[in-house]
């Protein structure tokens, strides 16, 4: 098994809506990453979890709450959101810190 | 000046033609070079890896990287429509702590 799988694909909310994105992989990699992408940017780092501890946080607002209950698992945590969150959500795993991200397809969020 | 230039495109060429996307760095402490490819509403997708100076060549794609310059390259051979894309070139360190600086992405269109 090859990929990464985020889900929902889609997901709109209300700004006093609480919901999860999650992520799964098993490829046996022990780094994953939560990244935000507007349109027409380049992916942004928000979290880094290395052997299931969190080891980066880009300075993301504490509405965006992480978790990795085991080490093919990553959630990620929305509540009170804002419409500027509305963003493509990506969740990626690497084995190594060089760089050879796998991407999931991500799940496209509307903060309405 | 951001860690990482580049061109945004869009690029239009023919079928068949040579595509050649090209990134510029500012730090030189880069040692892991990646290209990858984005389709509209995907996840970005590991194309080309490269560890230090030289070239990487698979299939139709070849990636040369230049350190003293501080300039990566990836060559697309006989383009095909399929290839029409964003291309994303992304680079680490070790010691970077599991971080990707991704370029600004070019956007690719291979015309018929």
């Known amino acids: 098994d090859t990929e990464v799988t985020q889900t929902p694909k889609h997901l709109v909310m209300g700004m006093t809506n609480k919901k999860s994105l999650k992520c799964e992989q098993h490829?046996?990699?022990?780094?994953m990453y939560w990244y935000k992408q507007k349109a027409k940017k380049p992916p942004e780092l928000m979290f880094v979890?290395?052997?299931?501890?969190?080891?980066i946080n880009e300075s993301v607002p504490s509405r965006f709450s992480p978790e990795c209950p085991n080490s093919s698992l990553l959630n990620l945590h929305l509540h009170a959101l804002q419409p500027e969150d509305s963003a493509l959500y990506l969740c990626?795993?690497?084995?190594?810190?060089?760089?050879?991200?796998?991407f999931g397809s991500g799940t496209r969020l509307t903060v309405v | 000046q951001k860690e990482v230039e580049q061109d945004p495109g869009p690029l239009s060429v023919p079928e068949g033609a040579i595509v050649s996307l090209n990134c510029t760095y500012s730090?030189?402490?880069?040692?892991?070079f990646m290209w990858y490819r984005q389709y509209s509403r995907k996840g970005p997708e590991l194309l080309m890896y490269?560890?230090?100076?030289g070239n990487k060549e698979d299939g139709r794609f070849t990636a040369q990287v230049d350190k003293s310059s501080k300039y990566i390259s990836l060559f697309i051979r006989d383009s095909q429509p399929s290839d029409s894309a964003t291309y994303l070139c992304?680079?680490?360190?070790?010691?970077?702590?599991?971080?990707?600086?991704f370029g600004t992405g070019t956007q690719l269109k291979v015309e018929l």
């Open positions: 990626a795993s690497s084995q190594d810190r060089r760089g050879q991200d796998t």
């Open positions: 730090n030189s402490a880069f040692q892991y």
């Open positions: 979890y290395s052997y299931e501890k969190l080891s």
């Open positions: 490269t560890y230090s100076s």
């Open positions: 992304a680079m680490s360190f070790t010691g970077g702590g599991n971080k990707l600086t």
């Open positions: 490829m046996g990699h022990r780094a």
